[in-house]
């Protein structure tokens, strides 16, 4: 006969307390401790949840489309972990307050308050808010990613939701809180944007899991995404190579039959179930990078979404004009029109040698700066912002910026350039001061004209150049090849990353803005200050001055050859100036470079 006073308290035991062992996972644990809508929590619906759920590596990005459940396994493992690892804390960060507060209320807030699993103890009077609530003897911080928040919060776990749409100054803040830790965990999780950046950019230094299926007719192991590839559809003309490229003519004829459309082998192009679980896993495809994990969710990495849904979505997001939207919200994937954005492949094209070459006897020299407390410089030559060939690629410290400038016009004698004029106002006007006005301080604008603007003296003080106009370029000088990238030695890493981190946007009878994606676009406004100090040679004194000094002017249709030599010393040393006799311009002064 059963014992009833141990059956109950192993009841009151049971209520009480969660299932726990020290070889149970933290997904194993969410399932048997937790409820979804009244029920014990499972994978079944969505089982490539279960290894992301049980992953504590310390550097983990994960890649997601929309509609995939993940949010709901980030907050659940994050609870988990508070749960079964006492006197922690853990910061789970959004992008900004209204996304915080919709998250608080709607996802986390009513697990805490009905969820036996982290339901308070009776006797605890701790007051639960929206931005900290207690699980049992752990804490949990949700932030919108303020700075107050960064700043002021320890933590051993952070967890980054939608990183793309975050700050990466405040992401930087928020993971410098886990130094005092033993644990020391930050999991970073996102639909992604654009290529290059943001969680793109996390998941391709990682080991880069996907979740491959094998056919079960061939035995051959794939990726099934939405494409030609792996989708079949009745009526679809052959040579049509992109399903956004279906126009409204052909769904209009009823032609297409977007109701047979089916997930095929790209091998045997027999159909793939992809409810067929037991045929999938997930796989690294570089199982040896061990300090970052990675993991890429696509729309048919679960059977609940099928090429039908992809098409519905497809043809709303066209009619919407955006694409971008389709591509990271129902693919997984980042968005590169490259007409807006230069990609990897368009930046390695325009790469050259990394070492840095001797100077060219008759090519003028420019230098273009970034200012900040890191200064981006890069030296190119060339009497066309258009067409322009970088011969250096370099940085350092601003109180080393007046020097290395000093030593880089001994070597190259600069024509011209541009440096930005903010933050550092007064160390871009010493630059200018010392190179008698050939390096100018470069102020953005939206006007289109390169302009001077003089102080109270009546000098030029600095230039104002149009933005977008100096981006574009860099931007399509890079694309048509007619800009080219030498001497950048060890920084090709920095020059790639920092050419990818702006997007052109196009704004309805307003003029394109370049946006900065990650703040880390250095080396393209130093390229960008270049073509301003070009720009302004042009503008100022034409090209008819610009000619090498070892020339011999008696054949070059001159006249009458060198008139004046005589020496200017500056704090960039000593730079020849000599003059020629023209019918045109008798009196013409030109610097050597």
Known sequence: MANQ?????????????????????????????????????????????????????????????????????????????????????????????????????????????????????????TKQSMDLMRIGTSFLYVTGSAEADATSINA???????????????????????????????????????????????????????YVIKCRCCNHYQIPVFSRAFVEVDGLPDDLEKFEDISDNLIDSGQLDIQSAR????????????????????????????????????????????????FAQLFDYKSNDNLKGFYNTVKGEPYNNEDQ???????????????????????????????????????????????????????????????????????????????????????????????????????????????EEKNALGEVDYIKVNRTDMLDHVATGIRNLTWSIEGYTSNQDKIESHLQDMIREEVEEEQAVWVKLSGKDHFFHAMAYLAAGVSYKIIKDGLEGWVNVNTDFSNAGHGGGILLGQQDNDIFGTTDLIGYSSSNNPTKIIRRY
Request: proline share 6%.
């Open 341 to 451: 954005k230069l990609s990897l492949s368009q930046i390695k094209l325009a790469m050259g040698s990394p070492a840095i070459p001797e100077p060219r006897q008759g090519e003028p020299h420019f230098i273009g700066i970034d200012m900040g407390v890191t200064c981006y410089i890069v030296v190119g030559c060339g009497t066309d912002p258009r067409k322009m060939r970088i011969i250096l690629a370099t940085y350092c410290h601003i109180d080393q910026l007046r020097g290395l400038v000093n030593k880089l016009d001994e070597q190259y004698h600069f024509v011209g350039g541009g440096l930005d004029r903010y933050p550092y106002t007064p160390t871009s006007n010493d630059i200018r001061n010392g190179s008698l006005g050939r390096i100018m301080p470069v102020h953005y604008t939206k006007s289109k004209e390169v302009a």
């Open 263 to 310: 997930v095929v082998c790209e091998k045997c192009r027999k159909p793939l179930n992809l409810a067929d679980y037991e045929n999938r896993e997930w796989v690294a495809k570089y199982p040896s990078r061990v300090l970052n994990r990675g993991y890429r969710i696509r729309t048919f990495s679960t059977h609940r979404l099928d090429p039908q849904y992809c």
């Open 156 to 210: 051993d776990f952070v967890f980054n939701d939608e990183i793309d749409l975050t700050d990466p100054s405040m992401l930087s803040l928020f993971n410098s809180r886990l130094q005092g830790s033993d644990h020391r965990v930050n999991q970073r999780f996102s639909t992604p944007t654009y290529e290059g950046v943001g969680v793109d950019r996390g998941y391709r230094r990682s080991d880069q899991h996907e």
């Open 5 to 125: 006073f141990l059956m109950d308290l192993y009841s009151t035991a049971e209520g009480r307390y969660n299932k726990d062992s020290k070889d149970m996972t933290h997904g194993d644990w969410m399932c048997a401790n937790t409820s979804l809508n009244k029920r014990p929590f499972s994978f079944e619906r969505y089982p490539f949840q279960k290894q992301i759920a049980d992953d504590m590596h310390p550097s983990l990005d994960c890649i997601k489309p929309s509609q995939v459940g993940l949010t709901e396994i980030q907050i659940r493992k994050a609870l988990a972990i508070l749960s079964r690892t006492p006197n922690t804390s853990l910061i789970y960060t959004m992008p900004n307050e209204r996304m915080f507060k919709r998250i608080s209320k709607a996802r986390i807030q009513p697990l805490i308050n009905f969820d036996k699993a982290f339901r308070q103890e009776s006797g605890d009077k």
